[in-house]
């Protein structure tokens, strides 16, 4: 797990939308082709909550925080949070992409990205 994560979005040529996860086709104004580009790595949280109750399917640990993140001010992605308690987070925090290991599965660590809260922003 190293290196600068990034995630992949796109941008449509014709009404000029980010959106995410990266699709050939703008989902808001169904022009195509869209143009793959990379997100930015920071941002600030905007909504939030902790999740206690794993969903199906799901073997990694528990609480986990899950929030939407704005990037940008151009788009919001919902995303898993590093945070886990709900208390310590708070509108418009900064925070910043990170990887991190989400539980195993046969033998092989799974890995995800998520967002934690950025330096002396965190309380």
Do not use: K
Not at 9 to 16: F, I, K, L
């Amino acid at each position: 797990m190293g290196g600068d994560p990034r995630l992949l979005g796109s941008e449509c040529p014709g009404c000029g939308a980010l959106h995410f996860p990266r699709s050939d086709t703008c989902p808001y104004c169904g022009d195509r082709p869209s143009t793959a580009c990379e997100l930015p790595s920071r941002g600030t949280l905007w909504a939030w909550t902790t999740v206690h109750v794993p969903p199906p399917g799901y073997h990694g640990p528990v609480p986990y925080g899950f929030g939407v993140v704005e990037l940008d001010g151009r788009i919001r992605v919902v995303s898993r949070l590093t945070e886990t308690d709900a208390g310590l987070l708070r509108q418009d925090q900064a925070v910043h992409l990170v990887l991190t290991e989400v539980g195993e599965e046969d033998g092989t660590q799974m890995v995800s990205w998520a967002f934690a809260p950025s330096g002396r922003d965190r309380r």
